[in-house]
C-alpha cells in the first residue's frame, strides 16, 4: 500500500510543477530576448551571492550520500566548490552573449505571390529527469530559457536539497528580476523513481522530456514515455573509446589518455581502449605503467565482459579500463561501432591516411584525431552548456543537445506583401 501511495504522490506532485509550468509558458514564448539573456546573466550573479547557502546544501547532500555508502565517483559528480560554481557562472554569462537563432528565415519563393517561411517554435513545456548532478539544475533551467521553454526538473535524490537552494534561491528570483514569471521552471521535490516514472506520463502537459542518467533506468524510462506518448531525447549510455595506432606519437597518446581519464564518473571519459596489434607489445606496458599511476584497473584479453562495458556505471569497478586489440584503423572503427554505445571515438595517429580510414568508418556522435574524447561536450565544442548527448541513430538532435535544439519546426505560407508582419513570437 505505501508504494502505492508514494506513486499518487509523486504523481501529483509532476502534475502540479507541470500546471504551474504550462501556465508561465506562453510568457516565456512571448519574452524579448534581451529579457531572456538578462535573465541568464542574473542568475550568474546569483549563483555568485548565494554560493554559501548552494555549498551548505549541497554539503549535506554529500554528507548523507557518503553516510548511505555510496561510490566515490557518484559523490565527485554530486559535490559542488567554489570552483564548479565559478564554471557554471561563466556558463551562464557565455551563453547570454550568443545571439538567438531569428525565430524566422525564408525558404523560397511559391507560386502565386506566396512565400513559404521556417517558423521556430519553442515545445512549450519540456521536463527533464538528470541523475544526482547540482550542476545539471542550472545547465539545463538555462538552456530552457534560452530556447522560450518552460520547464519540469527532477533529479536524483540524493541532490534535492542542493537542486531545491538553486531552483528556489537562484533561477526563481533571477527571473523574477528579468521580469519574467519564475514559475516557468518547476523542481519536482518528492524524491524516488515514481517521480521520474510520473514525469513521462503526462504528454499534455509535459510533451518532450530529456532523460539522463544510467543507462538501464532511461531506457526504461524511454519504454515508459513511449507507452504514455511522450516523446524523449534520451542520454542512455556512455563510454568513450581512444584507438592507438602503430603510427602514433607513445607520448602524445599517453597524455590523451591520461586527459580522458580525469573524472571517472562522466560519460565521455575512456571506456574502451584499442591498441593497434604491431605495436601492442610497445605500446601496452607503457599504458599500465600510467593506469597503475593514475590508480585505474585495465581489463585485458580475455575478456569476461562485453568490450564496450561502460566502466562508469559499474559499482565498485568504476576506476577502470578495457585495453583490446584491433589490426588497424578500420576494424577499430568498426569495434567501436558494434561493441559500444556510439558516444564518441578518438586516433592517437601520425599517419594522416589511417586517421581518415578511422573518420570515415566511425559513426557515433563524435570522432577525434590527436585529441581526447572528453571534448565531446557542449561547453567544450559549442561554448555552450547542454542538457545531454543524445546517441540515437536518427534524424534531429545529435550528439550535445543545446538550446537550439530545443524547437519545433513550422512551415509558414504568407503572401509576399505581407511576409515581414506576419506574426510569430519575439525574438
Known sequence: MRAEEEAVEADAAVQAAGSAARGAAPAFRDASDDALDDALRLIARRLADQASAVLDANADDVRAARADGLPDAFVDRLALDADRIAAMARQLDALAAIASPPSKTVVRDL???????????????????????????????SQLIKSRNAGVLRTGSSAIRSAAILVDAVVGPALSAAGLDPAAVQLVRVPGR????????????????????????????????????????AHADGGAVIYIDGSADIGLALQIIERSLDRLGVCNRLNLLLVQRGCWDEVVPQVTALTDKLRIAVS????????GQE???????????????????????????????????????????????????????????????????????????????NVDVVPGP??????????????????????GTAGGYSG
Open 311 to 389: 566502466w562508469a556505471l559499474a559499482e565498485g569497478a568504476v576506476a577502470t579500463i578495457t585495453i583490446a586489440p584491433a589490426q588497424g584503423p578500420v576494424e577499430a572503427a568498426e569495434i567501436a561501432n558494434r561493441e559500444t554505445s556510439g558516444l564518441a571515438a578518438a586516433i592517437i595517429a601520425a599517419d594522416e591516411a589511417a586517421a581518415r580510414r578511422f573518420l570515415d568508418i566511425y559513426s557515433g556522435t563524435g570522432s577525434f584525431w590527436n585529441s581526447s574524447p572528453r571534448l565531446l561536450d557542449g561547453f567544450a565544442l559549442l561554448s555552450l552548456p547542454e542538457t545531454g548527448i
Open 194 to 233: 515514481e517521480a521520474a516514472a510520473a514525469l513521462v506520463r503526462h504528454p499534455r502537459l509535459i510533451p518532450l522530456v530529456i532523460l539522463r542518467g544510467s543507462g538501464d533506468s532511461t531506457r526504461a524510462l524511454a519504454r515508459e514515455a513511449a507507452l504514455h506518448g511522450v516523446r524523449t531525447l
Open 300 to 307: 585485458l584479453p580475455p575478456h569476461r565482459h562485453p568490450l
Open 111 to 141: 507560386p502565386g505571390g506566396l512565400v513559404l517561411q521556417e517558423w521556430r517554435r519553442p515545445v512549450g513545456v519540456i521536463g527533464a529527469n538528470f541523475e544526482a548532478r547540482p550542476n545539471v539544475v542550472v545547465d539545463i533551467a
Open 398 to 419: 545529435r550528439g550535445p543537445v543545446t538550446f537550439r535544439d530545443l524547437y519545433l519546426r513550422q512551415y509558414v505560407v504568407v503572401p509576399r506583401a505581407h511576409q
